[in-house]
């Protein structure tokens, strides 16, 4: 019963937002704002994905796979691999820590 009104505290606004706001509208929102503004809301857009991975590695004690993580993170931040290619990338290196760090 509890996701319920859970639901429509969500839905609703959007629905409402969906309904009467312009794309045009909104477009000359976007426009107008500072650069400055729209560069912040990107990096701070990319730092909420690392923040919440992070807090996914801490929550499940993992701490000796965040150099794997920060690798993953440079990778994609400095480089233009695809996400097929950082998954073959994350594989293999989870088959060198498999092999070389948990030989049981």
Known sequence: ??????????????????????????????DNL?????IGL???SGFLVVVGYAMIMELLNANELLPFFFIGF?????TK???????MMGAS???????LFHKR
Request: charged share 5%; glycine share 2%; proline share 5%.
């Open 93 to 99: 290196f989870a088959a060198i820590f498999l092999f």
């Open 74 to 78: 440079l990778t994609m931040t400095f």
């Open 42 to 44: 990107q990096v701070s």
């Open 34 to 38: 500072p650069k400055s503004i729209t």
């Open 1 to 30: 019963m509890t996701a319920i009104p859970s639901a429509l505290r969500v839905s609703i606004p959007s629905l409402m937002v969906a309904y009467f706001a312009n794309a045009s509208n909104v477009r000359a929102l976007l």
């Open 81 to 87: 691999m695809t996400l097929v290619g950082l998954a």
